[in-house]
């Protein structure tokens, strides 16, 4: 097998070649890497809302102690 690739002009091998991966898996491709960005934006998302959920926590809770607020 190794022989009959090595024997291939160089354009098949680092052309062709991939150029026909690319159209076979393309579409596989493209929807792990939708996917692995739509992973990173709900991690993210994620991440923001538990922020800003500490943040008004801890805004209501610092300022209902000190005497103030509601």
């Known amino acids: 097998m190794k022989e009959a ?6 354009w098949v091998r680092w ?4 150029a026909i991966a690319l159209v ?8 792990v890497i939708t996917w ?6 709900r991690v993210l998302l994620f ?3 538990v922020a800003i959920l500490i943040f008004v926590v ?13």
């Open 5 to 10: 690739f090595m024997t291939l002009p160089w």
């Open 15 to 18: 052309i062709a070649i991939p």
């Open 24 to 31: 076979v898996f393309g579409t596989l491709l493209i929807g």
């Open 36 to 41: 692995l960005i739509g992973m990173l934006f």
């Open 47 to 49: 991440a923001a809302l």
């Open 58 to 70: 801890r805004k209501f809770t610092s300022s209902s102690s000190s005497g103030g607020g509601w």
